[in-house]
């Protein structure tokens, strides 16, 4: 359970990171607020059209006398609507990220020197092109898997009392666990660590995982925090990738210095 704090840490170091280096928060909110307006965009589009959709695509239902007409394309529209916030929630991470990820780059790689012994970042040597076709395939498969799991839990939620309580603690840990994999990509990725060993890397550690995502997955569900958060969301990322990898940050030695000078004196 310790590692559902150390998480939750994380994600306030970011943060804080996010707010010392302005220059780089600023450039990160860009393609959050890019992303913003193309999926606002997408939804008042649903919104206006989704139920002229639902009527086109049930044409079966055209002589069905009322009220079970209005009540089976409302419930469809209802659907239509949750289906589209649950994909919204679940793929605005994904999408700002491959929209930024040269700003997010950039963002982690100075992270990493920040917090680094030696102040060097590890690089992964390819092209801005094969990156983005790396995050935008990775994307892609992580997108299917989260939509099962959007799927499974939408139809679990139709169960009495399960439906209501258990299923929705859960579908807050699920988008919190595919919430900090699209997140420390970003780190991962630089390193070489392909999709199927960051899965099996985040397994391993999932209530540190939680600790991070969930918290944060709960504040994108607030009108446009998910833009501001997002610069520190990624920092805050890359300090859990490194404790993931074992690697050692500048705080690590020096919280060790004083134990070591103990001993020191001790056996003197």
């Known amino acids: ?28 909110l860009l393609p959050g607020l890019i992303t913003l307006v193309l999926y606002v965009a997408a939804l008042v589009a649903l919104a206006l059209w989704g139920e002229d959709f639902v009527a086109w695509s049930t044409p079966f239902a055209d002589d069905w ?39 997010y780059e950039n963002l982690s790689e100075k992270v990493d020197r920040d917090v680094s012994p030696d102040g060097t970042a590890p690089e992964s040597g390819l092209p801005l092109w094969r990156e983005l076709w790396i995050s935008a395939r990775d994307s892609l498969r992580i997108l299917v898997r989260a939509v099962l799991w959007g799927i499974l839990l939408f139809a679990l939620g139709f169960i009495p009392f399960v439906g209501q309580t258990a ?21 991962l990725q630089r390193r070489g660590v392909d999709l199927r060993a960051r899965l099996t890397l985040l397994r391993s550690r999932k209530t540190l995982v939680w ?24 920092a805050g990322a890359t300090l859990l990738a490194r404790d993931l990898l074992g690697e050692e940050t500048e705080e690590d030695r020096a919280d060790g210095e004083p134990e070591e000078s103990v001993d020191e004196n001790v056996t003197s």
Not at 8 to 24: C, I, N, S
Not at 167 to 187: C, N, S
Not at 215 to 231: E, H, K, N, R
């Open 211 to 234: 600790g991070f995502g969930t918290p944060l997955g709960l504040a994108f569900l607030v009108p446009f925090v998910a833009v501001f958060l997002m610069p520190g969301a990624v």
């Open 167 to 187: 299923v929705p603690v859960i579908g807050f840990f699920v988008t919190g666990f595919f919430l900090t994999e699209e997140l420390t990509a970003v780190a």
């Open 1 to 28: 359970m310790r590692d559902l704090g150390v998480g939750f840490t994380y994600l306030l170091k970011g943060q804080r990171w996010a707010v010392r280096h302005r220059r780089q928060y600023g450039f990160g």
């Open 65 to 103: 006398t009322s009220p079970w007409l209005g009540l089976f394309r409302g419930f469809l529209t209802a659907v239509l609507v949750a289906l589209a916030l649950l994909l919204a929630v679940l793929t605005f991470t994904a999408v700002t990220l491959l929209i930024g990820q040269p700003f």
